[in-house]
DNA sequence: ATGGACAATGTTTTT
DNA sequence: CATTGTCCAT
């Protein structure tokens, strides 16, 4: 095994460097997922280090798989005992086997996006606030910032009014958290720190584990997780940190590239290796994209180069709207899977906001082509997915009360409002869950709660309580997926979605796919289950090989690449978002944004740009992006060459790119351009002023020097071309 | 308790 | 505009 092959003397650099702290400072496209995965294997296979002892932590779980993979196809095995994974999916694993030292479970639920914003809501109820004044939303963002800084209720900063509320809501929703035996997500990373930092033992046992820990994506750690890996590395000192500040764009989430610093501050001693060759783009790419970040302040200027001089040049183009942006981009994927021989799975389409993907893909639809999205709640945010879910956790742990709240009386079982209230009260009363109360209140008139309630309600806590008691019994046998049946047909849930709607049909159909899911966790068991969904980005839905268009946002691209990328809707107030405006930090997070998206391409990038751009509802004409202004004129060709009048549509034929009739359809591509000169059969010679694709057709519109312009349909009208 | 009709209200990025 | 909340009639 030659590891050092095809590497870079930089990247051998890295490979083989010596024990110690390691930061690796590493350009876009300049192989770190290589460095990382030659560097395990060089650890296991040239050093003798047992897998046992390393870690390595990413920020996504496909990084991670990736990862795992490669470095097996290195070593020619798999690396038993080798910890990898995320960030949070490794702060769960440890979380759970500490468990005794914590004030939860080991069979702790982690709570999602919508189960924080309603736990932050009712904290807020329970304190009787006003919730206009204090958006749920908005208090939980202030209460996970403090977490990732470490900051836990008690010490939470009080400089204002404001500030005392939220401390208050922070204190009551922890609570609320230990009540149902859950964590969110950023509890995790805080628990995690906490533990190793004050318990002396465990933090020995897991720092003299990992004799080397490496991290991927450095630049985005938060403070939570840089104090995690200073503990976890604090034994043997061997930390590797792969990064690229360039290529920070998490700050609102609490990440904090200044930790880059940080590590050269808490290491002094640490060994500092550039990669600043790419091996992905052209030439033309990566100047542009040089161009676009050395505009912002403060950084150390790395000299990328790459050996792909020259290249394509840069396309902008554009658009009256979304709509006719949209309409382009399909258009020019059709036009040129067709004319250029590309794959449709080589083209991305980038943009900065979800909300721009539906006109998109409305282009897509219209134009009956496949494409596949990225992220964004497409799945795991169903109302039905989410429903299931609720139920198979509230199984795996009864005191779960945001899944308890979700599923009650999904279907509607009678037990309303007022009840729920009642039960809440019982519960309080009794200083027991909500979820114990249920199971005890099965008994039914034997239960020592029941009196709590009127007849009917009670009835109905009892019938609901007895149904969780049975899944409960099964759920110590029966895999997943039988537990998943079992419920599934208890509570009728097929009939419950199916509305006779199309999209009642869909709702049931995502449900399947969760079934699919479900069934390969049979050996695993339900708690893997629930923690890996729970655990998902949505860069772990990038799925490569359906040979179609990817539709993604810009920070779900950070780490990937295509031969063609189409960064839309380049405007002010777009990107960059007009909540940066005023923030400094925010503007220039917004560059190193667009620097990611730029630098994803391998051989070619389009940039489109709206001059009107609806909001909600309106339209707004738009500026185009002040980055694009950074960008020397000489990488980029085009304009707004091909709209003058009208509207271009897609064409209503359909072609599917899965189907061999692909190749035989017919894509137009206009055969006049402006400037051409054309002679007519009655009108004589005119010029041509503009041609385009209009439901299949090509329009062309000509200025004859006797009529004047005139449009005409190119098929029919018997032009002939006498100079180009 | 439920479901429908209407009003309000909010829009970045996501582990 | 699209989701979410609130009010009202059943």
Redesign the pocket.
């Known amino acids: 095994m030659d590891l050092l092959a095809g590497l870079n003397s930089q990247q051998q650099q890295a490979l083989s460097a010596g024990l110690g702290p390691v930061l690796v400072l590493a350009g876009p496209g300049s192989g770190k997922t290589r460095v990382l995965t030659h560097r395990i294997a060089y650890l296991v296979g040239h050093l003798a280090v047992r897998p046992y002892n390393i870690l390595a932590v990413t920020?996504?779980n496909k990084a991670a798989r990736e990862m795992e993979s490669r470095v097996e196809e290195l070593l020619g095995s798999r690396p038993n005992g080798l910890w990898l994974g995320?960030?949070?999916s490794v702060c769960a694993r440890i979380l759970r086997r500490e468990a005794d030292k914590l004030p939860f479970d080991n069979n702790f639920v982690i709570f999602d996006?919508d189960d924080q914003r309603g736990l932050v809501k009712r904290a807020i109820r329970d304190l009787d606030l006003d919730?206009?004044q204090y958006?749920p939303?908005t208090v939980h963002n202030s209460i996970s910032r403090a977490k990732n800084e470490l900051i836990l209720a008690d010490d939470f900063p009080v400089q204002t009014y404001r500030d005392e509320v939220v401390q208050r809501v922070f204190a009551r929703y922890q609570e609320l958290l230990l009540t149902s035996n859950a964590v969110d997500?950023d509890d995790l990373l805080l628990w995690t720190a906490m533990l190793l930092e004050e318990n002396e033992e465990v933090r020995q046992k897991y720092a003299r584990r990992f004799e080397h820990v490496l991290v991927d994506e450095f630049q985005d750690t938060n403070m939570a997780q840089y104090t995690l890996l200073k503990h976890l590395a604090s034994f043997h000192n061997n930390i590797f940190v792969v990064g690229d500040v360039d290529q920070s764009?998490y700050r609102?989430?609490g990440a904090d590239y200044r930790n880059v610093i940080r590590f050269e501050n808490d290491y002094p001693d640490a060994q500092v290796i550039l990669l600043e060759q790419n091996y992905r783009s052209t030439q033309t790419i990566l100047d542009a994209a040089m161009a676009v970040i050395d505009r912002n302040p403060n950084r150390t200027a790395k000299s990328l180069f790459t050996d792909r001089a020259g290249g394509e040049k840069i396309e902008l183009q554009e658009l009256f709207d979304g709509r006719e942006e949209g309409t382009f981009i399909v258009n020019t994927i059709a036009t040129n899977v067709q004319l250029e021989g590309r794959e449709p799975g080589e083209y991305a389409v980038m943009y900065?906001?979800?909300?721009q993907s539906r006109q998109i893909e409305e282009a897509f639809l219209q134009a009956n082509l496949p494409y596949k999205l990225v992220?964004?709640q497409r799945f795991y945010g169903r109302r039905e997915v989410k429903d299931v879910l609720a139920y198979l956790r509230l199984v795996h742990n009864p005191n779960d009360e945001a899944s308890l709240g979700r599923v009650i009386?999904t279907p509607?079982?009678?037990?309303?409002?007022?009840?729920q209230a009642a039960l809440r009260t019982l519960a309080v009363n009794e200083n027991i869950s909500m979820g114990t109360a249920l199971l005890n209140l099965a008994k039914g008139d034997k239960s020592d709660y029941i009196g709590a309630f009127s007849k009917g309600?009670g009835q109905a806590l009892a019938v609901f309580g007895q149904m969780l008691a049975g899944w409960r019994e099964k759920v110590v046998e029966v895999s997943p997926l039988k537990l998943m049946d079992a419920i599934l047909s208890d509570i009728d849930y097929q009939h419950y979605l199916d509305d006779g709607t199309e999209e009642g049909v869909d709702r049931w159909e995502n449900v399947l796919e969760l079934r699919r899911l479900a069934a390969e966790y049979n050996e695993r068991g339900l708690g893997e289950f629930l923690e890996e969904l729970a655990?998902v980005?949505?860069?772990d839905t990038v799925d490569a090989d359906a040979n179609v268009p990817t539709l993604l946002?810009l920070?779900?691209a950070k780490g990937l690449e295509f031969p063609v990328v189409i960064i839309t809707g380049l405007e002010d107030g777009t990107l960059p978002?007009i909540?940066?405006f005023d923030d400094p930090e925010?503007m220039a997070e917004e560059r190193r944004l667009f620097y990611v998206g730029i630098t994803r391409a391998k051989d070619k990038l389009y940039m489109t740009h709206a001059q009107n751009r609806s909001?909600?509802?309106y339209q707004e004409p738009t500026d185009p992006s002040r980055f694009l202004e950074d960008i020397p004129d000489e990488l980029v060709e085009g304009g707004n060459a091909a709209r003058v009048t009208g509207r271009p549509k897609v064409s209503e034929q359909a072609y599917d790119w899965d189907s061999p009739a692909y190749q035989s359809a017919e894509i137009l591509q206009p055969s006049y351009k402006a400037g051409m000169r054309v002679l007519h059969p009655t009108w004589d010679e005119g010029m041509v002023l503009n041609s385009r694709i209009e439901d299949g057709d090509e329009v062309v519109d000509v200025f004859f020097k006797d009529l004047g312009q005139k449009t005409l349909i190119a098929s029919l009208a018997q032009l002939e071309i006498i100079d180009a």
């Open positions: 920020f996504t995320t960030f949070h996006d919730e206009k958006r939303h997500f764009i609102w989430r900065r906001t979800n909300a992220g964004a009386n509607t079982r009678r037990i309303g409002a007022k009840t309600a655990l980005s949505d860069q946002t920070h779900a978002h909540r940066s925010g909001s909600y509802g």
